[in-house]
């Protein structure tokens, strides 16, 4: 059977101490006299008292809790987003909570109910691949609890928001494969309702405008960005009857699997097909060959989301019009892509 915890009563009982005198004394003020410290101290670690710093905090208006909701901590991307995340918040004096919602809507409902039931001061979300809707947000907006997502938001949706600017990140790395002479490039393309996937293809599509290429419908495979969905689709690009000579990916995961299908067909990459993914996941150097991959700064990303939650609960008593804030993208350009003699 779990121990009753001590609170602030019991020692001001066990003393014949007001609860007053005891909470001051905890606290070290300078009226207390030292000999009742020292009996309040001592009683207290003989109890094992642990001060309820949430109460403490919530007394004053303010849990100095704030919540992360994010699809997954697996890979590069997200670990270092709360990375920058945590660093700020710290710094700041408050504490994180981090939930994941494993790419599940009704996961990420309950995420949602947690985090509100902590009575956090702000939420941090980047949503799941299976999100289609805000209803469950719209709660948090009428608690007044300050909202901001980053990276993955729902397209039409006007909320404040750190983004990357996925447009150019894919724009840049269908430009630079067709500066490699490559005219017959594929796209693995993710869920369009979200904002990235939706964006990365409307890059690759510009891209082959402006060089006056059409979208060729059988070159898009749509699919959920993992490793598999990668595999699937060099397999159905392999099947045509022209096949593509480079592959633009919106997820690093996908293209990856692209490049364990090639390299069992004894394709040469890039001489037969070159390849070019998104977000710098770690083993994108670590491949053979490395990579082509757009980074999108995600400590910078981090840290943007947190410094403008921040501001908001400092503003919490305002009324703030949605702010966006835009990153711009790096394409790393490796073996994969960049053409050298065989």
Not at 309 to 332: D, F, Y
Request: aromatic share 8%.
């Amino acid at each position: 059977m779990a121990l009753k915890r001590a609170s602030i009563s019991d020692i001001a009982k066990e003393l014949n101490l007001a609860v007053s005198t005891v909470s001051r004394a905890l606290n070290g003020y300078s009226r207390i006299s030292e000999t009742t410290r020292k009996r309040v101290w001592k009683l207290a670690e003989q109890l094992n008292y642990q001060p309820n710093h949430l109460a403490a905090a919530l007394r004053k208006g303010r849990s100095n809790t704030l919540g992360v909701i994010v699809p997954h901590i697996d890979g590069h991307f997200f670990a270092l987003v709360m990375k920058g995340i945590e660093a700020v918040a710290n710094k700041a004096g408050f504490n994180v909570m981090l939930c994941q919602s494993n790419e599940d809507y009704v996961h990420e409902q309950k995420n949602v109910e947690t985090l509100i039931n902590a009575q956090v001061d702000g939420i941090l979300v980047s949503l799941s691949r299976t999100t289609r809707d805000f209803k469950h947000f719209e709660k948090v907006r009428k608690r007044g609890i300050p909202l901001v997502f980053f990276d993955r938001i729902l397209d039409g949706i006007d909320v404040s928001a750190v983004v990357l600017d996925d447009y150019q990140g894919g724009y840049q790395s269908v430009k630079h494969l067709l500066d490699q002479g490559c005219r017959r490039i594929a796209h693995f393309g993710g869920p369009q309702h979200l904002n990235i996937y939706k964006n990365r293809y409307l890059g690759y599509c510009q891209a082959l405008r402006d060089h006056h290429l059409p979208v060729e419908e059988e070159l898009v495979v749509f699919g959920d960005m993992k490793m598999e969905d990668g595999i699937q689709g060099m397999k159905q690009l392999l099947s045509l009857p022209q096949l593509p000579d480079a592959v633009f990916s919106a997820s690093d995961f996908s293209i990856v699997g692209a490049l364990q299908v090639l390299k069992e067909h004894k394709l040469r990459i890039p001489y037969d097909i070159a390849l070019a993914g998104f977000s710098n996941e770690t083993f994108t150097s670590l491949t053979e060959p490395m990579l082509t991959s757009v980074d999108q700064h995600c400590e910078e990303m981090g840290r943007a989301a947190i410094r403008l939650l921040l501001e908001m609960v400092q503003e919490r008593t305002r009324q703030l019009s949605p702010r966006k804030i835009v990153l711009q993208p790096e394409l790393l350009l490796r073996e994969s892509s960049r053409w050298r003699q065989p």
